[in-house]
Nanobody, 118 residues
Framework: QVQLVESGGGLVQTGGSLRLSCAAS????????MGWYRQAPGKQRELVAT???????NYADSVKGRFTISGDSAKNTVYLQMNSLKPEDTAVYYC????????????WGRGTQVTVSS
């Protein structure tokens, strides 16, 4: 199976920055998509950003221009650079990977808390 280890969450003031990392390991044939989702208290989980193996990216409108997703295919790692953070960015951030193992499956990390104080 695939294990995802997330890191980089924490407490930051409005306007601050954080960088999240998610490393995938296990019996991975290839990774097709890596991404970040978030879930705030009382809300549904929502997409933040994704990146494909070809480098194509997709962002939620709420984070465009502030967040940048990037990947290191050699390390099976995805990053999320979060700048100009706002209190509404407060949530648990989850890493999601769609990988061939060898059939295509999706895997979720356990989540990392991001709290932005006003």
């Amino acid at each position: 199976q695939v294990q995802l280890v997330e890191s980089g969450g924490g407490l930051v003031q409005t306007g601050g920055s954080l960088r999240l990392s998610c490393a995938a390991s296990g019996n991975i044939f290839s990774i097709n998509v890596m991404g970040w989702y978030r879930q705030a208290p009382g809300k549904q989980r929502e997409l933040v950003a994704t990146i494909t193996s070809g480098g194509s990216t997709n962002y939620a409108d709420s984070v465009k221009g502030r967040f940048t997703i990037s990947g290191d295919s050699a390390k099976n790692t995805v990053y999320l650079q979060m700048n100009s953070l706002k209190p509404e960015d407060t949530a648990v951030y989850y890493c999601k990977v769609i990988a061939r193992v060898p059939i295509e499956r999706q895997f979720w990390g356990r989540g990392t808390q991001v709290t932005v104080s006003s």
